[in-house]
C-alpha cells in the first residue's frame, strides 16, 4: 500500500508518518521541503502518482475563521482534485470535534474543508479530534492580558497527538468510513485547571481567569461545546503523562 501523507511535517503529521511506516507501507511525505505545496498544487501530481490513500492533516495558518477557510478551501480542493485524477481509493481527513455545530473561527474553517471531503468522488474517512495536550499552551499564550491569562470555562477532553496519528494510521489502512469517527482524550477537565498546571510546569504560575468572552480557536464558546459524543474512540495517554513528559 502507498500512503500519501500531506502536512507531514506537523504535529499529527510527522508521528501519523512513523505509524503507518509501523503498519509497513510505503509513505510518501508531502510538505514543502519535499518540493510539493498543497496551496498551489505544485507537485502533487508527482506525489500521488501510484497512491491509494490521501492523509490529509495540512493545517491553517490561523485560526481565524477567513483565513482558515481560505487555506482548506484551497489545500483540500487542490488535493482532493488530484486525488480523483490519480484514481486514488481513500482519502482520510483530519478535523475537529465541534466543526459539525460551532458556525465560527476555525470550526467553521474546519466545516467548510468536511464540506468538500464529503462532496468529492473520491471515498473518504473523516477524524474528528477533541483538542491536543498542546492546545492548552497555545490557549494560554493567546489569553495572556496584564492580569493574567484568560481563557474560556469549557471542560475538555484533550487527547494525545500520538493517539491522534494512530487512529488516523489505523483509519488509512483500512475501508473507507463515508462519514465521521471522532476520538477524545480519556480524562475530561476544565480548561482553566489545565491551563494552570501548564503555567506551573513552564515556571509562569499566576492567576487564571475562566472568562465567557475568551475565544478558544476564534469562537466563542459554550461550556460543553467541544465534548465529543457518546460513540467517541477514547485514546490512552492522559494529559498528566504528557505534563510530565514535557
Known sequence: MRVVVA????LIGSRTVVRLRDHGVEVVPVSRG????????????????GAEVIVDVTDAPSRRQQAGTAFFTTATGNLLQAAAAANVEHYVALSV??????????FQAKAAQEDLVRHTTVPYSVVRATPFH????????????????????????????????ALLAHVAVGLPQF??????????????????DVLALLGRPGPVIADARAPFFGAVLEERALLPGPDAR????????????R
Open 7 to 10: 502536512g507531514a511535517t506537523g
Open 34 to 49: 519535499e518540493g510539493v505545496d498543497v496551496s498551489t498544487g505544485q507537485g502533487l501530481d508527482r506525489a500521488l502518482r
Open 97 to 106: 470535534v465541534g466543526s459539525d455545530r460551532i458556525g465560527a473561527g476555525y
Open 134 to 165: 498542546e492546545s492548552v499552551e497555545a490557549a494560554a499564550a493567546a489569553g495572556t492580558r496584564p492580569d493574567g491569562v484568560h481563557v474560556p470555562p469549557l471542560l475538555l477532553r484533550p487527547v494525545s497527538a500520538d493517539d491522534v496519528a
Open 179 to 196: 462519514g465521521v469517527v471522532e476520538t477524545a482524550g480519556p480524562e475530561e477537565f476544565r480548561l482553566e485547571d489545565m491551563t494552570a
Open 234 to 245: 477514547l485514546a490512552h495517554h492522559t494529559f498528566t503523562e504528557w505534563l510530565k513528559s
